[in-house]
């Protein structure tokens, strides 16, 4: 190596300012290992302004593999050994000089680094804490908090960044009541759309310009309380300004198409249609086309049957739910799987690609609809 003039600079300054083509002394630190207690995390830069202003965190229980969260996204945490020795070298000035003559002083030897690989948040575990205690009927006038989840619960046990698990919440329709997030029971919220309808009809209220604070006090005299009646308006209808909303005519069909297929179990399509009709509000219409990713329909001899099979109570993680699908049947029409999969998020994985990892497509003639089979 070359030799150094003395008062040179030392420590990691010195191996950051080491001129090409040249070399400095390196030796071990007098406090060199143990090496067990060090990691390296690889950064993207983009992420390197939420690491260094601390706005990210690690999520996970102690028996699952650790993810780091910014606001929006979710990393898996990877770890990636070298075959080569990455010494670390302390700053000059950090440790107590001693008489060793080096330049610089490797304290610590590092065996790989950490890698972070975004991942589709792992949301199938909120669906799973949410529904083991939904919101009843007797709970109006008495709360319980066992087996119920604050914030900083959900945070805690689910993997998902607070963006990511927002919308999980919301897309799952889970409402916060006393600081706990739930889902409400089906019965209950058939209840409150029911009644909040005929209180409709009785009051002569368009469901299309439903005045939110005759609504609400409406279902509160009902014996509903003021929360979960503001939860029925935002799951069942939409705002169309401040103070007046109107009720969305799908997610209304789509309500009682459930209720009538959870009372009924498979049924044959002339009943269940007669059923449906009868059962929605006036001047809504209802069509098949509303029930994608809710129902499947199969043909026995010549008739035509209905089941309920929906797309929200599936996994959300791709190789699930490609499984499931499989086991519910072997062979699918793409008309009928586009309903089940188009909600999958991979990043850096499109629908095509789920579909060539999970599935085998035949086709017979070019004009023939391509049927999957299972990978």
């Known amino acids: 190596m070359e030799n150094t003039e003395s008062g040179c600079i030392k420590g990691a300054e010195a191996v950051l300012n080491v001129a090409p083509k040249s070399s400095i002394p390196v030796s071990y630190h007098p406090l060199f290992g143990p090496h067990d207690d060090l990691l390296l995390l690889e950064l993207d830069e983009k992420l390197l302004p939420d690491v260094i202003n601390q706005r990210v965190s690690l999520r996970g229980e102690p028996n699952e593999d650790a993810v780091l969260c910014t606001k929006s996204k979710t990393y898996a945490v990877k770890f990636v050994g070298t075959s080569n020795s990455v010494f670390l070298v302390p700053p000059s000035d950090q440790f107590a000089a001693s008489e060793n003559p080096s330049i610089a002083s490797a304290i610590k030897v590092a065996p790989g680094t950490m890698e972070l690989v975004e991942v589709a948040p792992r949301i199938d575990k909120l669906k799973t804490l949410l529904l083991e205690n939904p919101y009843k009927f007797d709970e109006d006038n008495e709360m319980y908090d066992s087996d119920l989840y604050q914030w900083d619960d959900l945070i805690n046990k689910v993997q998902a960044s607070d963006e990511e698990l927002i919308s999980a919440l919301r897309i799952l329709s889970a409402v916060e009541i006393n600081g706990y997030w739930r889902t409400v029971d089906y019965k ?99 069509s098949l086309d509303m029930l994608e990713g809710e129902i499947l329909v199969e043909k026995l001899g010549i008739q035509l049957w209905i089941y309920a099979f929906s797309v929200s109570s599936l996994p959300s993680d791709p190789a699930n739910r490609f499984s499931r699908l499989f086991q519910e049947r072997a062979k699918w029409d793409w008309k009928d799987l586009h309903s089940y999969i188009r909600d999958l998020s991979v990043p850096g994985l499109t629908s095509d690609g789920l579909l060539l990892k999970y599935t085998r497509r035949t086709q017979p003639t070019a004009d023939a609809e391509p049927v999957f089979t299972a990978r």
């Open 188 to 286: 209950y919220m058939e209840k409150m759309l029911n009644t909040l309808i005929n209180n409709a009809i009785l009051n002569d209220w368009s469901l299309s310009s439903l005045d939110e604070k005759e609504v609400v006090e409406s279902l509160v005299d009902e014996g509903f309380s003021r929360v979960i009646a503001h939860h029925c308006l935002e799951v069942y209808g939409s705002k169309t300004n401040e103070s007046v909303w109107e009720l969305d005519k799908k997610r209304v069909c789509v309500h009682f198409a459930r209720g009538i297929l959870l009372a009924n179990g498979k049924m044959k399509m002339e009943s269940f249609m007669e059923e449906w009709i009868r059962k929605v509000p006036g001047g809504m219409v209802v």
